[in-house]
């Protein structure tokens, strides 16, 4: 269900809005959240280390993705676009 939603969302942002790229991070203890953004053609950018302070005292990585209008686009269509990320 979260899948679909994003995918409105998306399709909404880049399609009526015109959007050119968006972004979203998660936390690495919730893989959950990174299937549902690659699910969508989000491809995975970096990882900010320590970023986000837990009520228990931890630190937990947050992981970025993207996607660029274009690259929706072509997910849309059912042609992933092959990203080479970091070189």
Same mark, same amino acid.
């Given at each position: 269900?979260?899948?679909?939603?994003?995918? !409105?969302?998306?399709?909404?942002?880049? =399609?009526?809005? =015109?959007?050119?790229?968006?972004?979203? %991070?998660?936390?690495?203890?919730? @893989?959950?959240?990174?299937?549902? %953004?690659?699910?969508? =053609?989000?491809?995975?950018?970096?990882?900010?280390?320590?970023? %986000?302070?837990?009520?228990?005292?931890?630190?937990?990585?947050?992981?970025?993705?993207?996607?660029?209008?274009?690259?929706?686009?072509?997910?849309?269509? !059912?042609? @992933?676009?092959?990203?080479?990320?970091?070189?």
């Amino acid at each position: 269900l979260m899948s679909e939603a994003v995918a !409105g969302v998306f399709h909404y942002l880049f =399609g009526q809005r =015109g959007f050119r790229r968006i972004f979203s %991070m998660h936390s690495a203890f919730n @893989p959950a959240s990174g299937r549902v %953004m690659e699910k969508n =053609g989000m491809i995975r950018e970096g990882t900010l280390r320590g970023q %986000m302070g837990l009520q228990d005292g931890r630190f937990s990585d947050l992981l970025v993705y993207g996607i660029l209008a274009e690259e929706w686009a072509d997910w849309e269509k !059912g042609y @992933p676009t092959e990203v080479n990320v970091g070189g």
